[in-house]
């Protein structure tokens, strides 16, 4: 985090006010392995939300061991003979912790805190007095929001979203169904890493580059640790531990039951992210961003790991719930991981084990041809030894696994238009419970008919990808933002919305159609020209 500056990690806080600054503070230092104990004096956070979401909130703290003090005042603050920050509450109760963070906003004051006592002296508006890190007068107690002057929403969104979208995750939202009354309802309040690198493609390719390299800083600090222990997605705070569970108290939108808190997909494994995550630390490279040499460490690390995990199985892009398969678009993207490392060594004169990253290279990629391609189909099925379509596979050519115009892309692309394309929609595959655990029915994906875009493009189609295009942005609402789905059907969008996933779709459609035409630059670097 880069609003709250620590010399170094507390063992203790103690948080004064349960807003949404507060809570947003509690939830990061718990995940840091912070003991965080909440004060609040109302008795419940957040009181402008649904009680159910509060409680759902609440339920989500303690699960990540945040000791909340609810319906308590905070009446003295004191620094101990030990040096401890000691906060008396109102029912007479001492709370002690190494550091004490003030963000009780609009809602409290700061008169009846005997501040006086640790040498804190508010002006005359109540007001603190912080250095650049946030920091007190007094060393162990922080302030933040309307406490120094500034709003509390205004300071979080300003600060942290000027120094690189740390909070930028797949949609803000939870279980908008992707079928009307149907099962299919998820928690997609996250940070993907799929969605992180395909971000920080985008920022490359349109040249924000600062944006780009604090957003990497963001990956690399994300995936930081063991290989092994990669999660496919993190908490907005960079938190690990995502239970999901049902809300069954809530009718669900328009009656889409189950209502979902929390990701069991997080604990799932999906060999695509190594080559999300290496592609784009190779794209970053490539663009000059600083700190190269960490960010090699870590690839090198990852990449070791694939080689142990490689030949396994997996749950795939969509996350199915059905069995584990070997799915084409992640031995494609395993594929990518040792191309861009192969490149890396090649374009950047790094070191590393070059000629296993070949081997292994084109190893996975002759038994991608081989197995992942069905000549009675005609095309590159969802997975090995399989009948069925799955769009994902349209990333081949963007990624560089084959040219544009070969017969086995051209095919695919015309087996996906006629199977799973709906007007100018492409569904992502035939859902059947036999594939993902789930029964049928959903609206079609709005990133898989951009992907068709991009696929057209690259395979000389120009024309009909430039139609498809204008037909695909025209479905955006009236402040030009997509959802996850859209059926068409009923007219209307589905899914959790706004979707970060739909909107990268669009981005690499718009610059694949630029370079295609001759209007834009090439983007190098771009989810559409990856290698």
């Not at 960490?294 to 749950?315: C, M, N, R, Y």
Request: contains cysteine.
């Amino acid at each position: 985090d880069n609003l709250l500056e620590l010399s170094h990690l507390p063992k203790s806080m103690i948080i004064v006010g349960g807003g949404v600054i507060g809570t947003e503070y509690a939830c990061m230092m718990a995940t840091l392995g912070v003991r965080v104990i909440l004060t609040e004096a109302r008795p419940s956070l957040l009181d402008f939300v649904d009680s159910e979401i509060s409680e759902a909130l609440q339920y989500r703290m303690r699960a990540m061991g945040v000791t909340l003090r609810l319906g308590e005042r905070v009446d003295e603050i004191r620094i101990s003979p030990d040096g401890l920050v000691q906060a008396t509450l109102q029912s007479g109760k001492h709370l002690r912790a190494d550091t004490l963070l003030y963000c009780i906003g609009r809602q409290g004051t700061t008169e009846k805190l005997g501040l006086e006592n640790v040498g804190l002296i508010p002006d005359n508006r109540g007001r603190l007095k912080v250095n650049d890190d946030y920091q007190t007068e007094v060393p162990h107690i922080y302030a933040v929001g309307d406490v120094i002057g500034f709003p509390a929403l205004a300071s979080t969104s300003m600060e942290q979203g000027r120094r690189a979208s740390c909070h930028m995750y797949g949609e803000p939202t939870t279980s908008l169904p992707e079928q009307i009354g149907g099962p299919r309802n998820w928690d997609y309040r996250f940070c993907w890493l799929r969605d992180a690198t395909l971000v920080l493609l985008a920022l490359l390719s349109a040249g924000y580059t600062d944006e780009a390299g604090a957003w990497r800083d963001w990956l690399l600090r994300a995936v930081a640790g063991s290989p092994a222990q990669l999660q496919i997605l993190y908490g907005l705070a960079g938190e690990r531990q995502l239970p999901e569970f049902e809300l069954p108290w809530l009718p669900g939108y328009e009656g889409s039951r189950p209502v979902r808190v929390g990701n069991a997909a997080a604990e799932q494994f999906q060999l695509d992210v190594y080559g999300e995550v290496i592609s784009a630390l190779h794209a970053g490279r490539t663009a000059g961003l600083g700190g190269d040499g960490v960010a090699w460490q870590v690839q090198q690390a990852i990449l070791a790991h694939l080689e142990t995990v490689l030949g396994q199985p997996d749950s795939g892009l969509w996350e199915v719930r059905g069995p584990l398969r070997h799915f084409t678009h992640s031995r494609i993207m395993v594929w990518v991981a040792f191309d861009r490392a192969v490149k890396d060594v090649e374009m950047h004169g790094l070191d590393g084990d070059v000629e296993t990253w070949r081997r292994l290279r084109d190893q996975v990629h002759a038994e991608v041809c081989e197995q992942g391609w069905n000549p009675a189909v005609g095309a590159f099925t969802q997975y090995y030894g399989g009948t069925g379509l799955d769009a994902a596979v349209l990333i081949m050519a963007s990624v560089g696994f084959l040219p544009g115009d070969d017969p086995r892309v051209l095919g695919t692309i015309d087996a996906v238009c006629a199977t799973l394309k709906r007007g100018c929609l492409v569904d992502r595959y035939e859902t059947s419970e036999a594939v993902d655990g789930l029964p049928p029915g959903e609206g079609a994906f709005l990133a898989t008919s951009f992907w068709l875009v991009t696929a057209l493009a690259l395979a000389g189609r120009v024309e009909q990808a430039q139609e498809l295009f204008g037909q695909l942005a025209a479905l955006a609402n009236d402040v030009g933002l997509l959802a996850e789905e859209y059926d068409p059907v009923a007219g209307r969008m589905t899914g959790n919305f706004p979707q970060a996933f739909s909107h990268l779709a669009l981005v690499d459609a718009a610059t694949t159609l630029a370079c295609a035409t001759g209007s834009g630059a090439a983007p190098w670097g771009t989810p559409g020209r990856r290698g």
